[in-house]
């Protein structure tokens, strides 16, 4: 069998070095966030090159509190793409803005920034990145569309942690940068985490008021906030997998490009799209096959597992009817949700697995032509 994700190959590697962190935690702290969460923020803002990185019990808690710091009027327009996972909109809705959904870009499948140009209204506050599958946007340029209309922008890197976008880190870019390390991300904590990355002091003052009820000291609150805050021993294990992050995304690259070779003869099998060699880290490796549901059963009988990242457009999810969204375009995207397939790419996956994987990819796609 060949899970579609395994975290267990990995901390059976780093057992020791887990267990180690994990016993180097002072049950005596008594500070409200604790020395292992504060340790962490610190190798996490050094590593993503920022000014602060503020830790969260999760990645929407942190998407949440990062458009709020915004300090937008309410109601106020967020525009993201149409595909992706729902946690995104969600976040936008329950900071108290209303999302606008465009659509993927020729031949991608993350934002078409055409059609982020011309969502752009007088109600647009904000606009957020979502670096899909791991694969970076191009920041410089949606800087210059932010800039032109006084936006901000919010990334959502939660699955690009580690992903550069013209050679600067995503999660540097903007005003706030919301990261998630839930179970089954590429930096991920045994359950689940977040932070929020920024270069600006004030906005950090404001996400660690947010993520605390909005407590201004005293006892005396300010903001509408949360209660979110990263457990120690989540901030432990993220603490000792971090400086192996870069060797995993590494092998993540080699083991894509391992599949983008085996696929070359296979035209019915669509890649992910060619980027510069830093500007994916491959959470995923996603392809597009038209029988996408029974390739599933058959890589599924063969012992291989998948998941389907994402079947439904964000404004066609049911929790959002009554709330004010709108959508943009998504003709585009509307086709990638048909047909979208993601199969196993962390790094424990040896050479052999990643070919029989290709292999019988390969053969059903041809069979069923």
């Given at each position: 069998m060949?899970?579609?994700?395994?975290?267990?190959?990995?901390?059976?590697?780093?057992?020791?070095?887990?267990?180690?962190?994990?016993?180097?935690i002072?049950?005596?702290?008594?500070?409200?966030?604790?020395?292992t969460?504060?340790?962490?923020?610190g190798?996490?803002?050094?590593?993503?090159?920022?000014?602060?990185?503020?830790?969260?019990?999760?990645?929407?808690?942190?998407?949440?509190?990062?458009?709020r710091?915004?300090?937008?009027p309410?109601?106020?327009?967020v525009?993201?793409?149409?595909f992706?996972?729902?946690?995104?909109?969600a976040?936008?809705?329950?900071?108290?803005?209303?999302?606008?959904?465009?659509?993927v870009?020729?031949?991608?499948?993350?934002?078409?920034?055409?059609?982020?140009?011309?969502?752009?209204?007088?109600k647009?506050?904000?606009?957020?990145?979502?670096?899909?599958?791991?694969?970076?946007?191009?920041?410089?340029?949606?800087?210059?569309?932010a800039?032109?209309?006084?936006?901000?922008?919010?990334e959502?890197?939660?699955?690009?942690l580690?992903?550069?976008?013209?050679g600067?880190?995503?999660?540097?870019?903007?005003?706030a940068?919301?990261i998630?390390?839930?179970?089954?991300?590429?930096?991920?904590?045994?359950?689940?985490?977040?932070?929020?990355?920024?270069?600006?002091?004030e906005?950090?003052?404001?996400?660690?008021?947010?993520r605390?009820h909005?407590?201004?000291?005293?006892?005396?609150?300010?903001?509408?906030?949360?209660?979110?805050?990263?457990?120690?021993?989540?901030?432990g294990?993220?603490?000792?997998?971090?400086?192996?992050?870069?060797?995993?995304?590494?092998?993540?690259?080699?083991?894509a490009?391992?599949y983008?070779?085996?696929?070359?003869?296979s035209?019915?099998?669509v890649?992910?799209?060619a980027t510069?060699?830093?500007?994916?880290v491959?959470?995923?490796?996603t392809?597009?096959v038209?029988?996408?549901?029974?390739?599933r059963?058959?890589?599924?009988?063969?012992?291989v597992?998948?998941?389907?990242?994402?079947?439904?457009?964000?404004?066609?999810?049911?929790?959002?009817?009554?709330?004010?969204?709108?959508?943009?375009?998504?003709?585009?995207?509307?086709?990638?949700?048909?047909e979208?397939?993601?199969?196993?790419?962390?790094?424990?996956?040896?050479?052999g697995?990643?070919?029989?994987?290709?292999?019988?990819?390969?053969?059903?796609?041809s069979?069923?032509a």
């Amino acid at each position: 069998m060949i899970p579609f994700h395994s975290n267990s190959r990995q901390h059976d590697e780093l057992s020791e070095v887990i267990s180690e962190s994990l016993g180097a935690i002072d049950l005596k702290d008594d500070t409200a966030f604790g020395q292992t969460v504060e340790r962490f923020e610190g190798m996490l803002a050094d590593y993503c090159q920022v000014g602060s990185a503020v830790a969260v019990a999760s990645g929407t808690d942190a998407l949440i509190i990062a458009l709020r710091a915004l300090d937008a009027p309410p109601g106020a327009e967020v525009i993201t793409c149409d595909f992706g996972f729902y946690a995104t909109a969600a976040s936008i809705i329950m900071a108290g803005f209303t999302p606008v959904f465009v659509d993927v870009a020729p031949d991608r499948m993350v934002m078409d920034l055409d059609a982020v140009r011309d969502a752009i209204s007088p109600k647009t506050a904000a606009i957020v990145p979502v670096h899909l599958f791991g694969e970076a946007i191009d920041m410089s340029a949606l800087q210059q569309i932010a800039d032109q209309h006084s936006i901000a922008i919010v990334e959502d890197v939660a699955q690009a942690l580690g992903a550069r976008s013209g050679g600067q880190l995503v999660g540097s870019f903007g005003t706030a940068s919301a990261i998630s390390f839930n179970w089954s991300k590429h930096l991920s904590s045994f359950s689940n985490g977040g932070a929020v990355l920024t270069n600006d002091q004030e906005v950090a003052a404001r996400l660690r008021s947010l993520r605390g009820h909005g407590n201004a000291g005293g006892f005396r609150h300010t903001r509408m906030g949360i209660n979110s805050r990263l457990n120690p021993f989540e901030a432990g294990l993220l603490s000792a997998k971090l400086p192996y992050l870069d060797s995993w995304i590494a092998r993540r690259r080699e083991i894509a490009a391992r599949y983008t070779t085996n696929f070359a003869s296979s035209p019915d099998v669509v890649t992910p799209a060619a980027t510069e060699t830093e500007a994916h880290v491959y959470h995923k490796y996603t392809i597009r096959v038209p029988d996408r549901d029974g390739l599933r059963k058959h890589l599924a009988d063969e012992g291989v597992g998948t998941l389907v990242c994402y079947p439904w457009l964000l404004h066609d999810q049911p929790a959002f009817e009554g709330h004010a969204l709108r959508a943009h375009s998504f003709g585009r995207a509307a086709e990638v949700a048909a047909e979208v397939i993601s199969i196993p790419v962390y790094p424990e996956l040896s050479d052999g697995e990643v070919d029989f994987i290709s292999e019988t990819i390969a053969s059903y796609v041809s069979s069923a032509a």
